[in-house]
């Protein structure tokens, strides 16, 4: 069984940063990728930032040059680094891992995290 567990949400005023942690455990053989996505409320989950394995990152228009993703191959844990936050980054910021097998000869599965509340507020 995979499970993707989010650490270091929390509240932050304008300006200030957030470590965002994201562990994946169980029997993993490989990730093709991993990332970060985020659903603030009324509003379609989107993409955030997404690390391929072995690639380089890729980041929503709106956090480019803010937030910076990054990842432990070892660990198989995703982070995101967030600074000079705004309050609209105010969501439910939710891990992702794709691309993921169990076994060589396993087929590939998404899977997802429970979601970590960020909000950004003075």
């Known amino acids: 069984q995979v499970q993707l567990v989010e650490s270091g949400g929390g509240l932050v005023q304008p300006g200030g940063s957030l470590r965002l942690s994201c562990a994946a455990s169980?029997?993993?053989?490989?990730?093709?990728?991993m990332g970060w996505y985020r659903q603030a409320p009324g509003k379609q989950r989107e993409l955030v930032a997404v690390?391929?394995?072995?690639?380089?990152?890729n980041y929503a228009a709106s956090v480019k040059g803010r937030f910076t993703i990054s990842r432990d191959y070892v660990k198989n844990t995703v982070y995101l680094q967030m600074i000079s936050l705004k309050p609209e980054d105010t969501a439910v910021y939710y891990c992702?891992?794709?691309?993921?097998?169990?076994?060589?000869?396993?087929?590939?599965?998404?899977?997802w995290g429970q979601g970590t509340q960020v909000t950004v507020s003075s």
């Open positions: 169980g029997s993993i053989f490989s990730i093709s990728a």
């Open positions: 690390m391929p394995t072995g690639g380089s990152p």
């Open positions: 992702n891992a794709n691309g993921l097998r169990l076994s060589v000869l396993g087929p590939p599965g998404e899977y």
